[in-house]
Nanobody
Framework: QEQLVESGGGLVQAGASLRLICAAS????????MGWFRQAPGKEREFVAA????????YFADWVKGRFTISRDNAKNTVYLQINSLKPEDTAVYYC????????????????????WGQGTQVTVSS
């Protein structure tokens, strides 16, 4: 059974950094695109970043402005989201997603609809 499991979230102060981890299991995810979304309280889930299966191309939401970095290690079936200079507005549940088509993660063609989703990891940033 394919599974994505996120970790690395927590309660931090504004200005801190976190590295979120998404570990994939149940199949080889090295040939699929992967990405991160987040959902803040009372808001819809939004796209954060995505990376192609080779890791050669990365996509970010327009609002990211350089504080977020996405990377992957296909040997470990893992994708990472590094978040620097955390702000209280970054407080959200962060979800990992995977799909054979990166456009289904970024929503660049059609709607966002990745095949695989993780359960999420909570990030809370205090001011």
């Amino acid at each position: 059974q394919e599974q994505l499991v996120e970790s690395g979230g927590g309660l931090v102060q504004a200005g801190a950094s976190l590295r979120l981890i998404c570990a994939a299991s149940g199949r080889t995810f090295s040939n699929v695109a992967m990405g991160w979304f987040r959902q803040a309280p009372g808001k819809e889930r939004e796209f954060v970043a995505a990376i192609t299966w080779t890791g050669g191309t990365k996509y970010f939401a327009d609002w990211v402005k350089g504080r977020f970095t996405i990377s992957r290690d296909n040997a470990k079936n893992t994708v990472y989201l590094q978040i620097n200079s955390l702000k209280p507005e970054d407080t959200a549940v962060y979800y990992c997603a995977a799909d054979g088509s990166i456009s289904r993660i970024t929503g660049s063609v059609g709607r966002v609809d990745p095949r695989y989703w993780g359960q999420g990891t909570q990030v809370t940033v205090s001011s």
